[in-house]
């Protein structure tokens, strides 16, 4: 069975937690069966005296903690709802000392909620943390339509990008994770029917059977991805033996690596302005400025609040940044919350127990800024300013445009200087900024 989304690894009752298009066979006859828009509604918590929106207190540190304003991580949540194939149609935030422990918001928010239904007629709520089985359970009842976290959010888009056999085990092993716990509120129909002849039975032996073949079902995955660790190990044994040194892109999801990865490699690489555009990791061979080989890898994207199960399950691919020589941290200049981008990859490679790693940061998609004068940027010339305060107080920094291919000659020279102890001392400088891109 493929990987598709939730609905394929789950009961009846579970079914249409996420919803996906395509075709279906009823009564032996093909129909389509891509489902209308989801119309979504989004919901997220702002922490007083916190400043930023999540679950504090029983998250994993895998985000961007309180430097997100609830409003920012709103828009990126609307564009991984934009991501999955729904319409956003609202949104709200309430800042609560802590997120309610039975409905994650207030009874009078949840009141809000509930009347807005009627007005834009939303199809689905989305919140911005990842609400527990019972929050789940209980929203549903009190909104009577479909509930969503991000983790979810997240799961779904993962399952419906990953293409290799590698990247559907992990996201089928995220998805089964995710699921075990939320299993027993999908019989509550039968729960409330306790007491009654000829219910209790069924209800408790479905759940049981259902417990059983979802853990089953991990049981086999990890085993599966256990197998292909192995492989990987044995594959970066033998590349060590080359002595072939290691680049591998982090960043941001959508901060622009596959368009890097393409312009330094010239692999094919799929490129969309999409979240999550690419989850496969990549590896090529490319030939620095020296002469000098080294593979250039490519791994997932990062996210604030990236999910657990998700690091857990991908750490097959993830390992490939702990055999790495060197970091590229790619970031997307342009966007108004970088600096918070660049400090959730910070977090999550100290999660990973890469954080030492030698780095070099790329400030991608300069070739969006405009000149003081408005008309666009005709090169790194026109940024000569920036340039040179970088080389002063970020050394390690270097503008670029992956797409024009501005900056990516210094940046390859500077690679091969922090690799090769043999590349001349007269190499080693910095060019002069401001020249042309």
Not at 88 to 104: C, I, N, T
């Amino acid at each position: 069975m493929e990987s598709g989304s939730l609905h394929d690894l789950t009961p009846s009752p579970l079914r249409g937690i996420l919803s996906s298009g395509g075709e279906a066979v009823i009564a032996n006859r093909l129909h389509p069966t891509a489902e209308p828009e989801e119309r979504a509604y989004l919901v997220a918590v702002e922490l007083k005296g916190g400043g930023g929106s999540g679950r504090a207190t029983d998250r994993p540190a895998l985000s961007a903690g309180g430097r997100w304003d609830p409003q920012s991580s709103l828009e990126e949540l609307a564009l991984l709802a934009e991501t999955a194939g729904a319409c956003v149609v609202g949104r709200a935030v309430q800042r609560l000392q802590r997120p309610h422990p039975a409905h994650y918001v207030g009874s009078g928010k949840l009141a809000e909620i509930k009347a807005e239904r009627g007005r834009i007629r939303y199809t689905l709520v989305i919140f911005d943390d990842e609400l527990t089985p019972s929050q789940q359970r209980n929203l549903e009842d009190a909104l009577q339509v479909k509930v969503l976290d991000r983790t979810a959010l997240i799961l779904d888009i993962f399952a419906r990008r990953a293409r290799t056999r590698e990247g559907r085990l992990q996201v089928d092993l995220a998805q089964a994770q995710y699921l075990l716990p939320r299993l027993a509120g999908q019989w509550s129909h039968l729960e409330r029917l306790e007491g009654h002849i000829g219910t209790r039975g069924p209800g408790e032996t479905q759940l049981e059977t259902d417990r059983r073949l979802v853990r089953t079902k991990i049981g086999r995955l990890k085993k599966q991805l256990e197998a292909v660790r192995r492989q990987r190990a044995l594959y970066r044994r033998r590349r060590a033996r080359t002595g072939v040194p290691v680049v591998a892109l982090v960043g941001y999801t959508n901060a622009g690596k596959s368009t890097l990865m393409r312009a330094l490699s010239g692999a094919d690489v799929f490129v969309e302005d999409l979240l999550f555009a690419t989850l496969d990791p990549l590896t090529r061979r490319i030939v620095l400025p020296g002469g000098h080989r080294v593979l250039l890898t490519d791994t997932v994207g990062f996210i604030q609040k990236l999910p657990t199960q998700l690091v857990a399950a991908f750490r097959a691919t993830l390992e490939e940044l702990s055999e790495a020589d060197l970091l590229l941290h790619v970031v997307d200049i342009t966007h108004p919350n970088a600096a918070e981008q660049s400090e959730a990859v910070e977090r999550t490679l100290a999660e990973l127990e890469v954080a030492d790693k030698p780095r070099l940061t790329v400030l991608n998609k300069v070739d969006r800024l405009a000149r003081r004068d408005g008309s666009p940027l005709r090169g790194l010339g026109d940024l000569a300013e920036y340039e040179l305060s970088l080389s002063v107080h970020r050394p390690d920094a270097y503008l670029i445009s992956a797409l024009q291919g501005w900056g990516l000659e210094e940046v390859m020279a500077r690679i091969e200087e922090v690799l090769f102890e043999e590349v001349s001392a007269a190499g080693r400088e910095r060019p002069a900024a401001g020249r042309a891109g």
